[in-house]
Structures are given as structure tokens and as C-alpha cells.
């Protein structure tokens, strides 16, 4: 027998069917199609095999395994775990007190032994009055993070978060990059591994999202081949969907807390929660002074090659194609301005964060031009696009930090695509004067 909840949904066609077992009027013809009648005698057993699952699930869990807002022992505002950004708890529970929420990409994996100057060292590792809480990973783009701002700042209204926010402000940052607006997009394929359902229920039940925008969001999952069950059941179009919600919510509930496990065993930074001995700062950091250091560990990193990028990475992934001169003009054909569905997400994600009253600093990456030069993606394009994320961030009326300028900046990347040396010292003194109002 499945646990799973109903999985067929029915169509806008179909809403005003009769019940299953309702009896015509005397003397009256069935007007119910026999298929439908099935399709919802089969919606509604399965509800109910889920209901038993629901009960054993949720009793299992609270036995057997933490809260999702037990605190754990490390500091994991910075980790880059998938499991912690399912869980707007997890991630309030654990969070510095002085965390500002910082919505990203793969840019986040960049580790410290390669980038000195990533947000856990220099923030992380000294008391200057902020930390970032960095959520996301590798493939998230702009209809991902419109889903996380509404179920994070659902929980900030439905907790009191203190820090920061004790005031009362949602101030945020969110990281955009170029090469979200590949032409392609991201795959399908990555789009539904990446699905929280967690993420998905904060998103709808959050009061403030509006109806458009909720349609909007269940239009492209849908699209993306997320499950129709799971999408349907986060906005409670009909009765079956409230109740497969229940399940839903309470069977990832129990195997995101069975994974937080392991994330507070084994993962996070080697810190204790909260900070001791971490070095203070004497307020403001000396921003010339780390982008003068800054210059020196990126030119110590990058000694084969003209590019700026880490020798590690050129030696993994760069010196054979190069040498073999596979690599000239490799992208010469690729384009940022074929990305409509991502054009539209990313305005959609500006709407979601000013409904649910995120103030954000948008934070927009340079590509590395030496690099992207040498593999032949035209700088006219380039330059568009950087463009095109200007326009719709300013119609929005938000805040942006614009990074693009600083393509030909040395060791500003690390490999062409991510925040490098002086990139990361760039977007933190950008990030820091917003947290302060500075």
C-alpha cells in the first residue's frame, strides 16, 4: 500500500464536477464522467493512507530526531550544506544575532584556503558587527530565490529574530550573476533536484505573496516538471491539496531534520556558535588595507596564468584544453540575451521581495573579461546584460551594488566566473555599509 498522497490534480475543466458518490435527482440523467468519479475516489483513499503516514511520520520523528530549531554546535551562517537552506528554522535557530540574509549561487562554495578573503574569514572570523547568512548553491537562480524570500521572511514574521532584525527591518542581499541568463537556462532536471518543499509551503502560506505571484511561481515549476502533487498541494486550490499539504509538510519536515543530523555533526565551520575568540575588529574594517592584501594573496594564487585564475583550479580544469588552444574562442557563440523565462523570473523574484517587505541590496557579478575574452563571448553582450539587470532592478526601485565595472580588475574572480580575491573585498564593503546604513 502507498503512503504517497494523491498525485493526479484536477483541471480547472474538471473543478465543478459532481462529487463521487452523489446520486442524481430522480428521474435525472448522471452527469458525472465515470473517469473523474475514480480519479477522485482514488485523490481521496489515498488522503487517507497518507493521514495514517502522517501520524507515524510526525510520532517518529519528535522521538527520534531534533527540532529543525534546535541549535547546534557550530557556526553554520556560512556553510554551503543544501539541507540548511531548507529550513527557514534551522537556519533562524542557528543563525549570529548580527547575520544579515544573503540569497546566492555557487559563489558561496569558494573556500577560504583558496579566497582569504571569503565572507567566513573576514567576517566570520572577527567581531565587526555583521555576519552574513548566506542561502543557496550552484544552479539556484532567480525563480529559486523568489520561492526562499517568501518562506524566509515568513519566518522572520512568525518568529521574533532578534539581532538585526530586532528593529524590525527585513534588510537582505541577493547576489545576481551574468550566467543565469545563459541562453538554456538551468535544466530541468537541476531545477527539480533543487525543489524544497519546505521552501514551497513557507512560500504560499505567506500571507503577503500575492495571488499573482504564487500563480506565477506554480506556472513555471509546473513547466520545469516538478511534481504536480507537491506544487498543487502548496496553494490549497481544492481540499485534496490542503490535505496532501499535511503530509507533504510533515514527511520533508522529518527527513530534512533526520539530514540536519549530520549538518550539526559535520558540517559547518570549525567555530563554536557563538564566537568566542573570535578577533575584534575596532568597528568598520580596513577595507584598503584587506584590498591591499587582497592583491598580494591573488597574485600568490594565480603564477600560471594571465587570467587571474587559482592555479589549482587552471591546473584541474584549464592548462590541457589550453594548451591544446581548444578553449580560444570556445563561447564565442554563446549569448546572455536569449534568457526570457530568466528575465521574467528575476523580475518576479524583485516583486515577491518587495511583497513580503525584504528591503534588498541587489548585488550584480562581473564575469571575468580576461578570460571570457580569450574564449570569445562577445564584451558587446556582456555589457547588455549587465544592462538589462540594471533596468529591471531599478524598476523596482531597489537598491544595487553594481560590480560589473570591474570585469579587467585584477584577481577580482577566482576562475573566471566567481568572486575572487578583491572581488569578495568589493561586494563585503558594499554589503556591510547597507547592514549599517553607512
Known amino acids: 500500500m502507498s503512503d504517497e498522497p494523491a498525485t493526479d490534480h484536477v483541471t480547472p475543466a474538471e473543478k465543478d464536477v459532481p462529487v463521487a458518490n452523489a446520486s442524481p435527482a430522480a428521474g435525472e440523467a448522471s452527469s458525472v464522467d465515470p473517469m473523474l468519479s475514480r480519479r477522485a475516489f482514488l485523490r481521496l483513499a489515498g488522503l487517507g493512507v497518507g493521514a495514517l503516514a502522517v501520524g507515524g511520520g510526525l510520532a517518529a520523528a519528535d522521538s527520534a530526531v531534533p527540532a529543525a530549531s534546535a541549535v547546534g554546535p557550530r557556526l553554520y551562517d556560512y556553510a554551503f550544506v543544501r539541507d540548511k537552506f531548507k529550513s527557514p528554522a534551522f537556519a533562524l535557530a542557528n543563525r549570529q544575532a548580527d547575520s544579515i540574509l544573503s540569497f546566492g549561487s555557487s559563489e558561496f562554495r569558494t573556500y577560504v584556503s583558496t579566497v582569504p578573503q571569503m565572507p567566513r574569514a573576514i567576517f566570520g572570523d572577527h567581531d565587526c558587527g555583521l555576519d552574513m547568512w548566506v542561502i543557496g548553491e550552484g544552479y539556484n537562480q532567480s525563480l529559486w530565490h523568489s520561492i526562499a524570500f517568501g518562506a524566509y521572511a515568513g519566518a522572520l514574521d512568525d518568529t521574533d529574530p532578534g539581532g538585526i532584525y530586532a528593529d524590525g527591518s527585513r534588510k537582505a542581499v541577493f547576489i545576481v550573476s551574468p550566467q543565469w541568463f545563459y541562453e538554456g537556462g538551468v535544466p530541468a532536471n537541476a531545477s527539480r533536484s533543487l525543489f524544497s518543499y519546505n521552501l514551497w509551503h513557507g512560500f504560499c502560506a505567506n500571507p503577503r505573496v500575492s495571488a499573482d505571484s504564487v500563480a506565477y511561481a506554480r506556472q513555471r515549476l509546473l ?138 541590496l541587489v548585488v550584480l557579478l562581473p564575469v571575468g573579461g580576461p578570460w571570457y575574452d580569450y574564449e570569445g563571448f562577445p564584451n558587446d553582450d556582456r555589457d547588455q546584460r549587465y544592462e538589462l539587470v540594471r533596468d529591471t532592478v531599478s524598476a523596482h526601485g531597489t537598491q544595487l551594488c553594481d560590480l560589473s565595472g570591474y570585469e579587467y580588475e585584477p584577481f577580482f574572480t577566482c576562475d573566471g566566473t566567481h568572486l575572487g580575491w578583491t572581488g569578495w573585498v568589493a561586494a563585503e564593503k558594499a554589503i556591510y555599509e547597507f547592514a549599517k546604513g553607512a
Open 223 to 360: 513547466d520545469l516538471g516538478v511534481d504536480s502533487t507537491k506544487v498543487w498541494a502548496g496553494t490549497h486550490n481544492m481540499v485534496t491539496d490542503a490535505l496532501n499539504d499535511v503530509y507533504l509538510q510533515a514527511k520533508e519536515d522529518y527527513d530534512v531534520r533526520k539530514l540536519l543530523v549530520d549538518v550539526r555533526a559535520s558540517k559547518g565551520d570549525e567555530m563554536p556558535s557563538a564566537k568566542v575568540g573570535a578577533t575584534g575588529c575596532e568597528g568598520t574594517p580596513d577595507w584598503d588595507a584587506l584590498w591591499q592584501q587582497a592583491l598580494v594573496d591573488g597574485e600568490a594564487h594565480c603564477t600560471t596564468n594571465s587570467f587571474y585564475i587559482d592555479d589549482e583550479v587552471w591546473n584541474r580544469e584549464d592548462a590541457k584544453p589550453y594548451s591544446a588552444g581548444t578553449l580560444r574562442n570556445y563561447l564565442s557563440k554563446r549569448t546572455f540575451l536569449k534568457a526570457p523565462t530568466e528575465d521574467a523570473d528575476l523580475d518576479h523574484a524583485l516583486t515577491v521581495a518587495s511583497e513580503v517587505g525584504l528591503e534588498l
